[in-house]
């Protein structure tokens, strides 16, 4: 009866070693799967954030480009009031020598 007991416990005992090894086999796996994870996110990050910096240094560029468009634009638009300028008052010379 003391034997039976006995080996009920011993079996009772490698049963949950056994268990006990099966989880952390399982604990283990889970863990290698979530490194694995966290190492293509963390490759699939560093792949967003070169494409975001990109697209802010074109942004720049664009932006740069845009700055120099308006100054262009501006001179070239000064130039044109300044040809106006320049024509009425020849046409106004002009208007005064016909009336004379």
């Known amino acids: 009866m003391l034997r039976d007991r006995s080996r009920i416990a011993e079996k009772i005992i490698s049963d949950l070693k056994r268990s006990g090894e099966q989880s952390v086999d399982n604990l283990m796996s889970t863990l290698a799967h979530h490194k694995h994870s966290q190492e293509h996110l963390d490759h699939e990050i560093d792949s967003i954030r070169a494409?975001?910096?990109?697209?802010?240094?074109?942004?720049?560029?664009?932006?740069?480009?845009?700055?120099?468009?308006?100054?262009?634009?501006?001179?070239?638009?000064?130039?044109?009031?300044?040809?106006?300028?320049?024509?009425?008052?020849?046409?106004?010379?002009?208007?005064?020598?016909?009336?004379?």
């Open 51 to 100: 494409v975001i910096n990109a697209k802010e240094h074109e942004v720049n560029i664009r932006e740069g480009d845009i700055t120099n468009l308006k100054r262009l634009i501006e001179l070239e638009t000064n130039e044109k009031q300044i040809e106006i300028r320049r024509l009425k008052t020849e046409i106004d010379e002009q208007n005064k020598v016909i009336e004379n």
